[in-house]
């Protein structure tokens, strides 16, 4: 049996990884999949400690979240393509416009 | 109840307030309904309102005399009541007052009546309807003041009445404000009414002083309960008090040194030189002294300087009257001699004869002056006549060298003058004779408590007979010296009825006191107040003297103006043999330029100083421009500039910059970079785990 610390180790840096992705990177796919990563740092989290408790809200909850980003995924796509249809670059750096 | 059982019960007696009332209600209706009456009825209610003050005086007498002379007091009304002090008007009537109420009302009704006629045909009148008004309407205030002075309870009042009688003085000095004695335009009136004012302030002063200091010692101001303590209190005290009152006496009796007002007091029309500056007003000293006479009696120092004053003044105008050239100042200046024979009478004690002389020269002063305003204008009336109608040239009526041989066109202002001028001049039997030989035989009965006083007086009425001498021949005898006097014309009965009475009174006053057995009626009457005096019996070696000097100094006055009239443009015959003498004597003895000289002129140089060096350069200038204004501003810069601009504005400016600098490091962090807010969210996250982790 794997200590669960190993699964949670694991977790932090996927997540470490993902964020850092998300604030190095300048692509906005990049970002997204960052994103991805993230969120399933957090499943990985979600079922260790949920087979180690055994409790299955855990596993319940990683259904949702992957139905929220399946979807968030679909709204993101669509964004990003509306941007680079209007903007010609993905490039995040170049989306300032909310700055006052 | 019949007339005489009221006045034994006194019942008359509540009438006193009357006396003030009666003529200001003639005052109040000329000054209301005047606009609309004519000449006629406004000179009829002022002379019916001095008339019934007349009438009320004259039954005030009646009930003296039936109650002996006892004397009352009328409470009319509170005045000030602080604590101790208790000062109400309250009317007195004694044997005293009484005669000067008589005098005043009396004298005054008939020159109410006279400036009726008078006041019509004054040279400045030109048909002033309100020029007329006013004139009677201070007439009457006049009474009315003079009334409160002589009828006063108190030396409040009498102050009261003093001031008034002052303020009424200096209004008619100077009713013609806008015209000179001739006519012409000129402030000379006005001048002349300031300078009386101004002197009888000098006066005043002192005799406020007098009345402050009874006050403070006596703790009251009615005369009886003054009068009750005078033998109780130390003799400086009532000496300060009696040479205070003394300066008063100088102000409006116009004695040494104060007495060079009533000269130019000339100015006012002729009724008001005699009502005022010859028989009511400037007797007022004379009254103070009289009443004051416990005091007086009391301090013998006191009294022989009163006396010398009164002795020296009547020398010394004596002498000035007889180089003047009007015939108002001649008379001026003879009143101011005639009042010092009063005040050197009162100052010996002589009461009696102070006031009898008072009385009497109120009648024959009066007429003298009357009858000089009739002169004057007859010889305006011969002007009018000579200028037919065009009278731009400017000419002296008042000048006797204008003058001369007026019997012929004024025969009954001459027989007026003639009465008058031998009261004046003391012959028998007329009423001159009779009250200054009783201050003349006074004088040599007390020569060796007052020396030198019997000397003074013999000579000034020596010199009295002289001047009125020389004025006689003057204006109505020898050549008439101008066509205006050929031409002069004789007044109205309305001037002339009135002295008709005054003349009457002038020859027969003396019967006021004889000085025989069973006569001494005004000695007895006086009595009643100021203690029983013993009459004195006619000495005839003092009158005979005195009869003999008179007659000598009119038989001189002949020699030199009568035998030989004065020729047209002729100088003064005195001139040469009496020399710098007479140049003097013209000239008032340059007491008015040395006056000038010691005290106007310095007082006017210490004035400029005070205005223009102290007040204006050095408190205005420099203090207040240099130090306060200066200074105020140099302490206003201080704060605008380093504390207001320097410090508060600094700390607002601040406050904004600050805002400014830290919201834009702030609006660094903003920089629209979605990565950035993501970090900062990160950054929050893992602050707040940690914070949770490690507590």
Redesign the interface.
Known sequence: MVPVTYYVALSAVLFIIG?MG???R?NALI?FMSVELMLNAANLAFVAFASVNNILDGQIFVFFIIAVAAAEVAVGLALIVAIFRTKKSID??Q?????? | MNFSEVANTGLFFNLAPLLVFLPLIGMLINMIFGGKMSEKAIGTVASLASGSAFVVALLLAYSLSAVHGQAYTVPFAEWIHIGELQLDWTFRVDTLSAVMMLVVSGVGTLIHIYAIGYMHEDVRFKDDLRRFRRFFVFLNLFIAMMMILVSGDSYLMLFVGWEGVGLCSFLLIGFWYDFDTLGQKSTANAEAGKKAFIANRIGDFGFLLAIFTTFWHFGSLQFDEVFAQAGHQPATVITAITLFMLIGVTGKSAQVPLYVWLPDAMAGPTPVSALIHAATMVTAGVYLVVRSAPLYSAVPGAQYIVAMIGAVTALFAATIAVGQYDIKKVLAYSTISQLGFMVAAVGMGAYVAGIFHLATHAFFKALLFLSAGSIILGMERGHHHLAHGHDEEVFDPGDMRNMGNLRKQMPVTFWLYMAGTLALAGIFPFAGFWSKDEILLDAKLHAEHFPGVYALLSIAAFLTAFYMGRQIWMVFFGKERTDVAKHAKESPPVMTVPLMVLAALAVLGGALNLPFEGFHNLGHWLGYTLGEVEGLALDLGVAGISTILALVAIGISWLIYGRNPLKEGQPDPLKKPLGFLFTGMENKWFVDEGYKAVIITPFEKLAKFLSITLDWNFWHDWFHNSVIFAGFQSFARFLSDPVDMGIINAIADGLASLTQRSSEGLRRI???????Y??SV?LGVVAILGYLLFK
């Open positions: 964020a998300v604030l190095v300048r970002i995040v750096d989306i300032n416009m909310l700055k006052g | 903003q920089n629209g970079f979605v990565r950035s993501a970090l990160l």
